[in-house]
Nanobody, 115 residues
Framework: QVQLVESGGGLVQAGGSLRLSCAAS????????MGWYRQAPGKQREWIATITNGASTSYADSVKGRFTISRDVAKNTVYLQMNSLKPEDTAVYFC?????????WGQGTQVTVSS
């Protein structure tokens, strides 16, 4: 089992920045990739970014160039640095961890960007 706890959400003005954190515990040694998703009201959950154990990263086009995913292996923590935030980035942001067989989710953290 893997437990994920997100933090760092909040209210920010358009153009501002936030950094989200996701701390993994439990069987974190079994994690292959970690990533971030978001879900806005009335919309489906959307993939944002992924980082592998080898530190390879990938991003959705909607956040490429503005968001950066990183990982501190020693702390079992993944980060999402969000810059140049836009009102359309408003959503609940979820951390995701994938092992060979299973996927785990955090409880989510709210990010609200005001115009």
């Amino acid at each position: 089992q893997v437990q994920l706890v997100e933090s760092g959400g909040g209210l920010v003005q358009a153009g501002g920045s936030l950094r989200l954190s996701c701390a993994a515990s439990g069987s974190s040694f079994s994690i292959n990739t970690m990533g971030w998703y978001r879900q806005a009201p009335g919309k489906q959950r959307e993939w944002i970014a992924t980082i592998t154990n080898g530190a390879s990263t990938s991003y959705a086009d909607s956040v490429k160039g503005r968001f950066t995913i990183s990982r501190d292996v020693a702390k079992n923590t993944v980060y999402l640095q969000m810059n140049s935030l836009k009102p359309e980035d408003t959503a609940v942001y979820f951390c995701n961890a994938r092992t060979t067989l299973l996927a785990y989710w955090g409880q989510g953290t709210q990010v609200t960007v005001s115009s």
